[in-house]
């Protein structure tokens, strides 16, 4: 089974209807960049840069390692308020989406059971649920480019690049929005 199989039926359009909503509430039109900084302030989620949590210098070079492999979690603090940390050293692009698949999980209202270990980055500080990560991707990726946005751009005659350039988003996202969304099919049916 492909992994978008596993969405419940009509998710993604509820995505999209969700990332239309936010970028309404917040005065920003479809085809408009939403940045997921703004929206965790929207939402009042705090978000802190990993690096923040380190004091030895080893430690923050391990971070800025590409293939570090550790991207963006979200957490309770003991207070009980929801948080998201990220990798500062990650890409701008590869921030953003780090970012709204965190701010996805908690629109989603995901609860995932935490271990019961000391705070350390970048430890497992969930389990894995297949549902909740694919619902999180799939939402998260909505967030960053709305499947109206992607119409809007590539009616324009946008490149994949002008597209990733004009959303803060990377090529990688916008191919996996074309895909996920079938805009191009749509857009043949329309030349």
């Known amino acids: 089974m492909a992994a978008g199989g596993i969405l419940k039926r009509g998710f993604k359009a509820k ?12 005065g920003l039109a479809d085809y408009s960049p939403l940045c997921a900084f703004a929206l965790a302030e929207h939402l ?19 971070m800025q390692a590409e293939d570090f492999g550790w991207s963006a979690l979200t957490m309770k603090t003991l207070s009980g308020k929801t948080i998201i940390i990220h990798n500062p050293y990650s890409s701008i692009a590869r921030q953003q989406s780090d ?3 965190e701010l996805a999980h ?10 019961e270990v000391g ?9 894995f649920n297949e549902v909740y990560e694919e619902e999180a991707k799939c939402l998260g990726a909505c967030l960053q480019i709305t499947r109206s946005g992607l119409l809007w751009g590539l009616k324009k005659n946008m490149s994949n690049l002008q597209l990733a350039n004009h959303f803060n988003a990377s090529v990688e996202m916008v191919n996996y929005r074309i895909r996920m969304t079938g805009v191009l099919k749509q857009l043949s049916y329309h030349n």
Do not use: W
């Not at 995505?15 to 917040?26: C, E, K, V």
């Not at 989620?45 to 690096?51: G, L, T």
């Not at 908690?106 to 271990?115: D, P």
């Not at 705070?119 to 389990?127: L, N, Q």
């Open 15 to 26: 995505a999209d209807r969700i990332s239309s909503g936010y970028r309404t509430n917040l």
């Open 44 to 62: 009042s989620i705090p978000v802190f840069k990993a690096s923040e949590f380190f004091t030895q210098s080893d430690q923050l070079l391990r």
């Open 99 to 101: 970012v709204m698949h």
């Open 106 to 115: 908690i629109i989603c209202e995901h609860s995932f059971e935490t271990s």
């Open 119 to 127: 705070f350390s980055i970048p430890i497992g500080m969930r389990t």
